[in-house]
């Protein structure tokens, strides 16, 4: 029986959005609602921060949380810090572990039990979402990484292009010529992978796209895919928390 571990990384620090884990999302702090959505889940869920106020938010709702290094380069490091302080703390070991975003604060629990399957396959390094865009607004946006994948449901290649370029068809036929992919940004990776992709160096697609994702492809790893009508909403500046904020949910 696989054992599954979800943690979720909160910064306090943000260009963008100071303290955005602890912004209120319709009267709860935001960190709260991903934690609720995650449990959905699974039966074991922490929060991994650098932050106390953070922290002590957390522990008030009843959450787990791991204290980890301010100095980590991306959520993936975090994470497998988190996991192995975990581990250690619980005298356990997991089989996979979730990397859950925490500006999302209506994650459907229904999305994270898709991704559990993929790993039923002995195959399957690391796995992901993905789902369909229909508008060529979202493909040209270079905010939304596209991807393109196999025909074994592996990814190929995560771009903020358009990807694939359709030759010789107009640009307004794009959406309704071919199924085109975003990707949703969470992770699931096998523990043992998870440790060692966090020791690889930074790779040229990785650079040139800014997608740590591309660096776990060029080293050999292969990441399922798995597509979904799931839709995220993410929040990643205070304008986006009005805008849920005035949602009905």
């Given at each position: 029986m696989i054992k599954y571990l979800g943690v979720i990384p909160?910064?306090?620090?943000?260009?963008?959005?100071?303290?955005?884990?602890?912004?209120?999302?319709?009267?709860?702090?935001?960190?709260?609602?991903?934690?609720?959505?995650?449990?959905?889940?699974?039966?074991?869920?922490?929060?991994?921060?650098d932050d106390e106020r953070i922290s002590s938010v957390v522990k008030n709702f009843g959450g787990k949380v791991v204290m980890t290094?301010?100095?980590?380069?991306?959520?993936?490091?975090?994470?497998?810090?988190?996991?192995?302080?975990?581990?250690?703390?619980?005298?356990?070991?997991?089989?996979?572990?979730?990397?859950?975003?925490?500006?999302?604060?209506?994650?459907?629990?229904?999305?994270?039990?898709q991704l559990k399957h993929c790993f039923t396959d002995s195959s399957t390094h690391i796995a992901t979402l993905a789902k369909q865009m229909k508008e060529i607004s979202d493909i040209q946006n270079p905010n939304h990484v596209k991807l393109v994948k196999d025909s074994a449901g592996k990814a190929l290649y995560f771009s903020?292009?358009?990807?694939?370029?359709?030759?010789?068809?107009?640009?307004?036929?794009?959406?309704?010529?071919?199924?085109?992919?975003?990707?949703?940004?969470?992770?699931?990776?096998?523990?043992?992978?998870?440790?060692?992709?966090?020791?690889?160096?930074?790779?040229?697609?990785?650079i040139a796209e800014s997608l740590e994702q591309n660096r776990w492809l060029e080293n050999g790893y292969t990441i399922k895919v798995e597509i979904t009508d799931y839709e995220s909403i993410s929040i990643d500046t205070p304008e986006d928390l009005e805008r849920v904020n005035s949602m009905n949910f």
């Open positions: 909160a910064r306090y620090a943000s260009t963008r959005f100071p303290g955005k884990p602890l912004a209120l999302v319709n009267g709860k702090p935001m960190i709260e609602r991903v934690y609720q959505q995650a449990t959905k889940a699974f039966e074991n869920v922490y929060v991994a921060t290094s301010p100095d980590h380069p991306s959520g993936t490091d975090r994470i497998c810090e988190a996991l192995n302080k975990i581990e250690s703390t619980e005298q356990s070991r997991y089989d996979v572990v979730f990397n859950i975003q925490g500006d999302e604060p209506y994650i459907q629990a229904e999305a994270l039990e903020r292009s358009p990807i694939p370029y359709l030759r010789n068809i107009p640009l307004e036929k794009w959406a309704e010529s071919y199924f085109f992919l975003k990707h949703l940004g969470i992770y699931a990776y096998r523990s043992e992978v998870l440790r060692e992709i966090t020791k690889l160096t930074p790779s040229p697609l990785e």
